[in-house]
């Protein structure tokens, strides 16, 4: 692909799916755990039904780097696991294909309570 | 136009919402865009250094992650976050954010109750919905393999 288009298409459609997630936040008051949970699930279902690799064929980070491609990497992780091992690769596929961002967040966190003493709240993400 | 205070106020009310959302809304789009952007350049550099597609996209993930949790750290990502709202949440520095600011928030619980289990206040929903899906995906996918359809 032409050198800055993959930028130009992974800015909008990275843009209008955050776009979405404000509407929903604006329109229907939605907390944003509420709103992570909807967009893994729905990046799994548009995953599974075919959609969401294409999408990721040209809009690469755009479609990636929202929750929907956490989404979308679970399933992905499944169906290769799936046809590869089976019925086990339901229970192994996915945490397989997300281990990277999953132990990352979370050794980040442990990290960061030992070095920082201070940082953003939390309050507003509850609920 | 002449208004009644009454009138005046039902007027800023009905207005009001919408006003935010044409803020709220071009905010989370830019701001979210440029995240994608970053990720973008990231993979990218990951690519020519010699990294395939696939660990390329996860070096990605975990780069981002990594620059979040920095940023939460310094308190600054929720700065960032009071413009972009959607947009610092949706990307996967969202993700992050939502799992290292519990950690440093309730660190004063200790590091076992407060840094260990608040970790997953966000992060853990988030896991346990898409695991479930992504499991129920499996096994229709199984099953449908089986008797033959795909």
Not at chain 1, 58 to 78: I, N, Q, R, S, W
Request: aromatic fraction near 8%; glycine fraction near 14%.
């Amino acid at each position: 692909m032409d050198d800055y288009l993959v930028y130009l298409w992974a800015f909008l459609a990275g843009g209008a799916l955050c776009a979405i997630g404000q509407l929903l936040i604006d329109l229907t008051s939605m907390t944003p755990a509420r709103i992570l949970v909807t967009y893994v699930v729905s990046g799994v279902l548009l995953g599974a039904v075919g959609v969401y690799e294409p999408f990721a064929e040209f809009a690469g980070a755009g479609a990636t780097v929202p929750l929907t491609g956490f989404g979308h990497a679970l399933a992905k992780g499944v169906r290769e696991a799936v046809e590869r091992d089976g019925l086990i690769g339901c229970l192994t596929g996915g945490l397989e294909a997300c281990a990277g961002g999953i132990t990352a967040a979370v050794l980040s966190g442990l990290l960061a309570a030992l070095i920082f003493t201070r940082g953003d709240k939390t309050a507003k993400l509850t609920g | 136009m002449k208004l009644t205070k009454n009138e005046y106020g039902r007027l800023a009310k009905l207005r009001s919402p919408n006003s935010k959302i044409y803020r709220n809304v071009p905010m989370a789009f830019l701001v979210g865009g440029l995240i994608c952007v970053v990720g973008q350049v990231l993979t990218e550099l990951y690519k020519a250094a010699g990294a395939e597609e696939e660990l390329a996209g996860t070096l990605t993930s975990v780069s981002l992650v990594a620059l979040s949790a920095v940023l939460t750290g310094m308190g600054l990502y929720s700065r960032l976050a009071k413009y972009a709202g959607a947009g610092t949440l949706v990307p996967i520095t969202g993700f992050a954010n939502a799992v290292v600011s519990p950690a440093l928030e309730f660190r004063t619980e200790g590091y076992v109750p407060g840094v260990g289990a608040k970790i997953f206040t966000i992060a853990g929903p988030v896991i346990v919905y898409g695991l479930a899906a992504s499991a129920v995906y499996g096994v229709i996918l199984f099953i449908a393999q089986m008797s033959g359809a795909v």
